[in-house]
């Protein structure tokens, strides 16, 4: 898939959660792996701050993001939207130190952003890809968040609390496309016990019965409700018996579920990458949905490229047989056994090194190693194929090297060993030129890498 932007801007107007304030909140296009990032329109030369995990400075009641004393609060259902319709790149004005909770869900956010569209942009996603279990926990609160392999980008919750009208819950979301209909109307929820410890701590000045779900399990007078509701300057409401006390019913039997759901979609996109794996949560809260945030950022930054997925047992997209007809290559110099992947400006090649390699005879003995050079000429080969790729009969061209720079060897490739190589053009094909940027991986592990420039050139 491509990186995707708005295909136009758009404004919402609404009150503040904790501050009571009117704010507004405009959505603007932005380029080519720019991300999310959030500006005060409010102060002085209208400082941005990066919407990522690191930034995340406060997750008590709503995750809070900080640069330079800078900050912006209640994020993260703006964010949910835009990880949820797949929006990679958008840059986010308000003219306060927080968004408006609108009704309490990502509804109107989504709505605005179907309404002004998507626009599809040049640079390819890149996924972080999850391949293995990684998890985080809280002891103290029982929280946990299990991140799994999968095909897909999907969370289950399960949420618990010592209550009889909300004890346990569950929600799902399947996959992004779920989002709109499944999750974005799932409103906030709190406890009528709450309510008074939140007040004197200043917090939820802008909140109602029409921006929350109002959860009432504990037997309190009507004199208390009265008191409770002239505390928070909302009108009072005669409650007679336990549950839900909001003016408009539940949207899903299982809303606040849905809700801690929506919470951890909006967390999840401080990755500052979309996600192929499975989330379990369960008793999921914005502290611990940061945690894993964080982690996650780390291991991106461990990686500093991912390592393409290899299966084996795959179909091929091009065979030994197809490659041969497209290079002039033949044995001992083809180093290209199979390609796995093509896109428009990537390409996914495997080459197995085995012992009976003619170089190994030579290089070494007695410790026998792949030669760089020929790992940057499978590379230049793998490349070769996408440039190809791009042309009308593809078999009546051949590509040369103009030039090689950045080269890196990490590790040694000996034999037994299976050599994935990444490619991706690094600008658009111009005057028959590609200037491409390639990876060679062992595993996880990158053991070479360089920047090249092929020229492709009719053959005679």
Partial sequence: MKQRTLQNSFSLHGKGLHTGMDITISFFPAPENHGYKIQRTDLENQPVIDAVAENVVETQRGTVISKKEVTVSTIEHAMAALYGYEIDNCLIQVNAPEFPILDGSARFYAEAIAQAGIAEQDAERDYFIIKNKIEVKDEASGASLLVLPDEDFCINTLISFDSPILSNQFASLDNLHCFATEIANSRTFVFVREIEPLVKNNLIKGGDLDNAIVIYDQ??????????????G???KH?????????????????????KLLDILGDIALVGKPIKGRIIATRPGHKINNQ????????????????????PNAQPVMDVNRIKQLLPHRYPMLLVDKIIELGEHHIV????????EPFFQGHFPEEPVTPGVLLVEAMAQTGGLLVLNSVDDPEKYSTYFLKIDNVKFRQ????????VFHLSLMTEIRRGCAYMKGYAFVGEKITTECEFMAQIVKNK
């Fill in 349 to 356: 090649g495997v080459k197995n090194f085995t012992s009976d």
């Fill in 234 to 236: 909302v009108p009072r």
């Fill in 219 to 232: 037997q309190t007078s009507q004199d208390e409700l009265d008191r409770l509701a002239d505390l928070m």
């Fill in 239 to 259: 409650v007679d018996e336990l549950g839900y006390i909001n003016n408009k019913p539940l949207v899903f039997d299982n809303e606040p579920a849905r809700h």
């Fill in 292 to 311: 894993l945030a964080r982690l996650l950022r780390k291991e991106l930054k461990k990686q500093e490229v991912q390592a393409p997925v290899y299966n």
């Fill in 412 to 419: 040694k490739v000996v034999p037994g060993d299976t050599v």
